[in-house]
């Protein structure tokens, strides 16, 4: 087995708040090897971004912190890293794309300006070469008349096309790891179908592995190799993306699953839902955090945080209803 | 925007020029463009087209304008010719007053930028710092300035910039402070950017519209600032400008209107143009006028 280029263990962040310390991440790990594409899913204010931000180093401090455990990246642990290492690696080794294309881009440089500018960032080239460097990352990202639109400003493009930029900007130094923290969640469905084929062809062309933060699930049966399902800022699910997706453990995950339309199914009945809401991650008690808004909750769940229970090969769930080697029913 | 055909791009417009194209639709902004070309022009090309010299005694004093063909705008107390000195005048009145603006500027962007961007101690000891600039008088303060030193125009300058770097800083940090929690900053941050870049390369070129437009309100109050400190006699005796001769003249006010009135309508000329610039350039850089 190769080594992974992202191994995650144990990683907890804390953040102070006026109402007390709320863990907002707590003991996650995972591992991404070269080239896989892990999809992390969940609600709203789980823990996903706060991942994807710990990677980078770019945790807000005050008041977040990261309590413990490490992140390796390529065998180095990026939470020990001296700040200027670890501003090479941001943007040279991992890259992040981020949600909202429209505001992402600087509006008073042109695209191309500010893929040669990332370029330059971390590779002792010319202006020139930095340009043609950006010219030439636009036409793999598929804009068409790329030398026209270097010299185009944000706002002259459309939504889709700045993603394509974004996308652009972050491969523009060939990094091993990809973080795309939900690159669609602003583009028309059309649109978005169109990113996801893109990040997934230029993952198989370069080997570049992608973390791809997500709520939809489509796209994750479609593209991920594997998932992570987070709830209250833990993993709750993690496994290849077919085992989780076709028998999942966690009865959050299966609530997931079952709040998506189907074409299918009968036009009149209500789509599923989960009941409540995230809990505060400040008044978090001992137990399950899903329990609450369990169906299958019982009172042995309020006793202590469930352990990882191993359903099948790399396939785990935290729930205390499961035995090894089963599915609930 | 004009129609362009599907498949091409339309012409890059920088934010620059787009706000040039309305600034130059604005009758005001255009005409105080004007007035600052005829003072720039006339102190600059005047010399050489009316070589009098401003400190020398060429007729009988208080000549009053139309009089003498030779002396067109008349003469005064000592009998210098006053046209001489308003076109000798402009160059000293200018350069106090870009100089000063220059130096609130670079003062005022600089603290300005390091408190607004990294916030927390930082903030709190460069805005208590400005605070006890903000709280000196004005005018006091240069006025001792320039009497503790020599008034060159140096040090007048110098005092007018030192008075009024304070609110440049202000706006600078409250533009930083909002800026520096946008996407785009996080995004190049997330790209390997360090501070210095983010603050000079990124903020700083979005924070700009408003930082230009107080600029050149500046301008137009120091020049207001260096004849307010040459009316009380505070300003170099040796270089001739406007300010020099309203105080020098201001005895004479009763019995002599145009040795005062002259210099000072020059003064409102300038300030005029200055903040009808001003004004223009905060149109042009509103997002809300633009029509698109």
Known sequence: MTQPVLDIRNLKVDFMTRRGVAHVLDDVSFTVAPGELLAIVGESGCGKSMTALSVLGLVPTPPGKVVGGSILFQGRDLAQLRRSDMRKIRGGDIAMIFQEPMTSLNPVFTCGEQIAEAVRLHQNVSPGAAHARAVEMLRAVGIPEPELRANAYPHQLSGGMRQRVMIAMALSCQPRLLIADEPTTALDVTVQAQIFSLLDELRHKTGTAIVLITHDMGAVAEMADKVAVMYAGRIIEQGPADAVLDSPGHPYTRGLLASIPRVYADPDADLPEIPGIVPALTDLGRGCAFEPRCPLAINACHAAQPRHVAMSANHSAACIRLKTGEVLA | ?292
């Open chain 2, 1 to 292: 925007m004009t129609a362009v055909t599907k498949t091409s791009v339309p012409a890059a417009r920088g934010p620059m020029v787009e706000a040039w194209g309305i600034f130059r639709r604005s009758p005001s902004a255009m005409l105080g463009l004007a007035l600052l070309a005829v003072v720039i022009l006339m102190t600059f090309a005047g010399p050489f087209l009316y070589g009098v010299d401003p400190f020398e005694i060429v007729w009988a004093p208080l000549t009053p304008p139309g009089q003498e063909a030779a002396i067109p705008l008349g003469t005064d107390n000592l009998g210098r010719d006053i046209l001489a000195g308003l076109i000798e005048g402009g160059s000293a009145t200018l350069a106090v007053g870009f100089a000063a603006a220059l130096i609130t500027m670079l003062i005022g962007v600089m603290v300005g930028a390091y408190a607004g961007f990294y916030g927390g101690v930082v903030d709190d000891v460069l805005m208590r710092f400005t605070e006890f600039f903000q709280v000196l008088p004005p005018l006091l303060f240069a006025m001792v300035v320039v009497t503790l030193f020599q008034p060159t125009l140096v040090n007048v300058a110098l005092a007018i910039g030192i008075v009024s770097w304070p609110q440049t800083a202000r706006l600078t940090r409250s533009e930083f402070r909002r800026i520096r929690t946008l996407e785009y900053v996080s995004a190049m941050r997330a790209i390997g950017a360090g501070d210095s870049n983010i603050i000079w390369r990124v903020i700083l070129p979005n924070a700009l519209p408003p930082l230009i437009v107080s600029a050149t309100l500046t301008i137009g109050m120091a020049i207001l600032f260096e004849a307010g400190l040459s009316f009380l006699g505070l300003s170099d005796p040796n270089v001739m400008s406007w300010g020099l001769m309203i105080g020098s003249g201001r005895e004479y006010l009763l019995d002599a209107w145009w040795v005062v009135t002259l210099p000072g309508a020059m003064i409102f000329l300038t300030v005029l143009g200055v903040s009808l610039v001003g004004d223009g350039l905060n149109d042009a850089f509103n997002p809300r006028l633009r029509e698109r």
